[in-house]
């Protein structure tokens, strides 16, 4: 062996890269903890867990959403619940999830809006359809999900209604009570 050398490594301590001279190896073994528990960090912040709700807002007031409420569009060209009750100032995240066989829509508004989105959709033909998300109309194709996010804040009647062809006329609505 050559005067100098490490036995095991066969070079001085100052020749290896990264560490002085005579300086003892330092055991990586607490960074494997330390890892772990960022990673957990981690993901909890960017919603490994926890209420949907805090992360959904009021496009126009800002506002976080108090809770989530699902709705089904079913094939039988219906909603499930067809009656959500609010209260005065809460801000309820719509979970649409389209289980039917075709396009559904949710619009939200009164009669005057229901009539409206009617008569829009009318000389788009008999074929369900896509169409654009709008502020107070969302569109969810066959098997998937969208939400969308409103502060009620006047007591009354709102209608939810699909206007895919034939479906308003058929039944497809449901009513958010806001008291």
């Not at 607490?30 to 949907?52: E, F, K, Q, T």
């Not at 506002?63 to 409420?69: F, P, T, Y």
């Amino acid at each position: 062996m050559t005067p100098g050398r490490s036995p095991a490594v066969g070079r001085t301590p100052s020749s290896r890269p990264g560490r002085a001279a005579g300086r003892p190896k330092r055991s990586s073994t607490w960074r494997w903890p330390v890892i772990a528990v960022a990673a957990g960090v981690m993901l909890v912040g960017c919603g490994g867990g926890g209420d949907s709700a805090a992360k959904s807002v009021d496009p126009a007031t800002g506002k976080k959403a108090d809770r989530v409420v699902e709705v089904r569009m079913l094939p039988e060209r219906r909603y499930e619940p067809d009656n959500v009750a609010v209260k005065v100032g809460e801000t309820i995240t719509f979970k649409l999830k389209n289980d039917g066989d075709s396009f559904h829509d949710v619009t939200l508004g009164d009669e005057d809006v229901q009539a409206a989105r009617e008569k829009e959709m009318a000389p788009m033909g008999p074929e369900p359809m896509g169409m654009d998300d709008e502020a107070n109309s969302v569109t969810v194709a066959k098997g998937e999900t969208k939400e969308f996010t409103r502060t009620f804040d006047k007591a009354g009647t709102l209608i939810y209604g699909c206007h895919q062809p034939g479906h308003y006329s058929g039944g497809m609505k449901g009513t958010v009570t806001v008291s």
